[in-house]
């Protein structure tokens, strides 16, 4: 009997599972519910937002400092948004499992390669909102990604610098300015990243303003391409 099933066992009993969206007994997401996801029908460009062919970054919206792709494919709405809420707010991190294994099914059924060397970094939290909330959702999916490709996980090499205040609200002007600068790759670790494939991995999507801001510190400290993936997009 391992260590995690032990564990399984104790977080059930005290954390029994019921369903985020209908709150019925028995799994985080029920059937009828995951029914309810609504699934994003056409790609964009991470830039400009306009569609792409597979969410390549446009030519023309491309620079040095801009990630290749971006990948998120659920809607952040219904079941969907009500799961990632919960996981944030309510820091009940392992309601997050059945749309891991969403996006792990999509990512197989759109036929998105990742990579054998790819490094998996997770969008980072500054150090006061990780002490407040206690966890990072975002390194929790990214782990689990790592994990079913057996990629390299690296949660050391990417911090957040600038303890912004949420995106909620804000334009898409506003988001940009609010990201500015928030990111850094420590200097004692930038080897890790350099010529490396980098695969991003953040919760939601919104206006890209955060995506665009964390692969511009990793570009400057010369990684080769980065992937950006997300559970969700707004």
């Given at each position: 009997?391992?260590?995690?099933?032990?564990?399984?066992?104790?977080?059930?009993?005290?954390?029994?599972?019921?369903?985020?969206?209908?709150?019925?007994?028995?799994?985080f997401l029920c059937d009828d519910c995951e029914a309810d996801i609504k699934y994003v029908e056409s790609s964009v460009c991470i830039v400009c937002q306009k569609p792409s062919s597979s969410g390549l970054t446009h030519i023309g919206c491309a620079t040095?400092?801009?990630?290749?792709?971006?990948?998120?494919?659920?809607?952040y709405k219904g079941p969907v948004k009500k799961i990632i809420h919960w996981a944030k707010y309510r820091k009940a991190y392992r309601v997050l499992d059945p749309l891991m294994e969403l996006f792990l099914l999509s990512?197989?059924?759109d036929g998105v390669e990742l990579g054998e060397r790819s490094v998996v970094i997770p969008i980072p939290l500054h150090w006061?909102?990780?002490?407040?909330?206690?966890?990072?959702?975002?390194?929790?999916?990214a782990q689990k990604l790592a994990e079913e490709y057996k990629l390299v996980l690296n949660v050391k090499a990417l911090s957040k610098?600038?303890?912004?205040?949420?995106?909620?609200?804000?334009?898409?002007?506003?988001?940009?300015?609010n990201m500015e600068g928030v990111f850094r790759v420590n200097p004692w670790r930038e080897k890790e990243v350099r010529g490396k494939d980098i695969i991003l991995f953040d919760d939601v999507a919104t206006s890209h303003a955060t995506f665009l801001s964390a692969s511009k510190s990793l570009k400057k400290a010369g990684c080769r391409y980065?992937?950006?993936?997300?559970?969700a997009k707004d």
């Amino acid at each position: 009997m391992t260590l995690s099933f032990l564990m399984n066992i104790v977080l059930d009993l005290f954390f029994p599972k019921f369903c985020c969206g209908c709150k019925k007994y028995g799994s985080f997401l029920c059937d009828d519910c995951e029914a309810d996801i609504k699934y994003v029908e056409s790609s964009v460009c991470i830039v400009c937002q306009k569609p792409s062919s597979s969410g390549l970054t446009h030519i023309g919206c491309a620079t040095k400092y801009t990630p290749e792709k971006i990948y998120s494919p659920m809607v952040y709405k219904g079941p969907v948004k009500k799961i990632i809420h919960w996981a944030k707010y309510r820091k009940a991190y392992r309601v997050l499992d059945p749309l891991m294994e969403l996006f792990l099914l999509s990512l197989e059924e759109d036929g998105v390669e990742l990579g054998e060397r790819s490094v998996v970094i997770p969008i980072p939290l500054h150090w006061r909102k990780f002490i407040n909330r206690g966890f990072n959702q975002s390194e929790y999916i990214a782990q689990k990604l790592a994990e079913e490709y057996k990629l390299v996980l690296n949660v050391k090499a990417l911090s957040k610098v600038k303890n912004t205040k949420s995106q909620v609200g804000l334009k898409k002007n506003q988001r940009k300015d609010n990201m500015e600068g928030v990111f850094r790759v420590n200097p004692w670790r930038e080897k890790e990243v350099r010529g490396k494939d980098i695969i991003l991995f953040d919760d939601v999507a919104t206006s890209h303003a955060t995506f665009l801001s964390a692969s511009k510190s990793l570009k400057k400290a010369g990684c080769r391409y980065i992937y950006c993936f997300a559970l969700a997009k707004d």
